[in-house]
């Protein structure tokens, strides 16, 4: 199986970057594509990038394209999210997450995930 530790998060101000880390356990990591979410208090969790095994596929919600990269180090068994001018409504816990199973599909939606991280709290000020 698949054990997903976020860390990076912090208190930035707006324009600031952030540099998120997903760190997973399991030899099998580097086949399964990878995708990050948000949720905000009250807010309902929500798609932010995904990132394909290989690293050459990566797709982003409109929200966040041309401000955040993600990537990964398959001989790290890592994944990066970096967050380029920050924006207060870019306030939220960021997860990683990895689907059941690996196959060639970026999934956008949260459903089609089954491993989590714990998250990682990122708050961005005025």
């Known amino acids: 199986q698949v054990q997903l530790v976020e860390s990076g998060g912090g208190l930035v101000q707006a324009g600031g970057s952030l540099r998120l880390s997903c760190a997973a356990s399991g030899r099998t990591f580097s086949r399964y594509n990878v995708g990050w979410f948000r949720q905000a208090p009250g807010k309902e969790r929500e798609f932010v990038a995904a990132?394909?095994?290989?690293?050459?596929?990566?797709g982003y919600a409109d929200s966040v394209k041309g401000r955040f990269t993600i990537s990964r180090d398959n001989a790290k068994n890592t994944v990066y999210l970096q967050m380029d001018s920050l924006k207060p409504e870019d306030t939220a816990a960021y997860y990683c997450?990895?689907?059941?199973?690996?196959?060639?599909?970026?999934?956008?939606?949260?459903?089609?995930?089954?491993?989590w991280g714990q998250g990682t709290q990122v708050t961005v000020s005025s």
């Open positions: 990132i394909s095994w290989s690293g050459g596929n990566t």
């Open positions: 997450a990895a689907p059941p199973f690996s196959d060639s599909i970026l999934y956008y939606n949260p459903v089609h995930y089954s491993y």
